[in-house]
C-alpha cells in the first residue's frame, strides 16, 4: 500500500497503515520491510533520465576545458576572456540549449530505443551544432 503511493508520488505516512494493521505491525517494521518487498517484485522507485547524464557531460567539458588551460594555453584564454569579456565556450547556452532537445525527445520514443546517456549525448552534439562550436565538443 505504502510502496503504490510512493511510485504515484502520493505521500502517505507509514503511522498511518500502521493503524490499518490495528497497530499490529509498527510503522518501523513497514518502512524496514519496505526495500526487501520492492526488491523481491523487482519494482525501482528510481527513474533513469537524461538530464544528469548531461549535466555530467557539460562538467566534464568544463573539466577538460580548465586542464587545457592549465597545462596549454592560459594566457591566450585569459586575454580573450579580458578583451571581448566573456567565455570563449559558452556552457550555460550549450546547456540551456541542449536542454531543449531533451525535452523535445521525451515526446519520441527516443527514451524506449536508447540508454538516457546517449540521449544526453545526441542532445548535446545537437547543441553544440546550432552555437556552431561543434569542433570544441567533439574533442
Not at 504515484?8 to 505491525?25: G, L, M, P, W, Y
Not at 523481491?40 to 580548465?66: C, W, Y
Not at 527516443?110 to 540508454?115: E, K, R, S, V, Y
Amino acid at each position: 500500500y505504502i510502496s503504490a503511493c510512493k511510485a504515484e508520488e502520493f505521500h502517505i505516512d507509514a503511522d498511518r497503515v500502521s493503524e490499518k494493521f490495528n497497530k499490529q505491525t509498527s510503522a518501523d517494521e513497514i518502512i524496514e520491510n519496505e526495500l526487501l518487498l520492492l526488491d523481491g517484485l523487482n519494482f525501482h522507485l528510481q527513474v533513469m533520465h537524461p538530464f544528469r547524464p548531461l549535466q555530467g557531460f557539460i562538467t566534464d567539458l568544463k573539466a577538460s576545458e580548465m586542464k587545457y588551460l592549465i597545462n596549454t594555453e592560459f594566457i591566450l584564454e585569459l586575454m580573450w576572456f579580458l578583451l571581448l569579456g566573456k567565455e570563449k565556450k559558452p556552457y550555460d547556452k550549450l546547456y540551456e540549449k541542449s536542454k531543449q532537445f531533451v525535452m523535445w525527445s521525451l515526446v519520441t520514443d527516443a527514451m524506449f530505443l536508447f540508454a538516457p546517456s546517449h540521449v544526453a549525448l545526441a542532445a548535446l552534439k545537437k547543441g553544440a551544432k546550432v552555437l556552431n562550436i561543434e569542433e570544441d565538443v567533439d574533442k
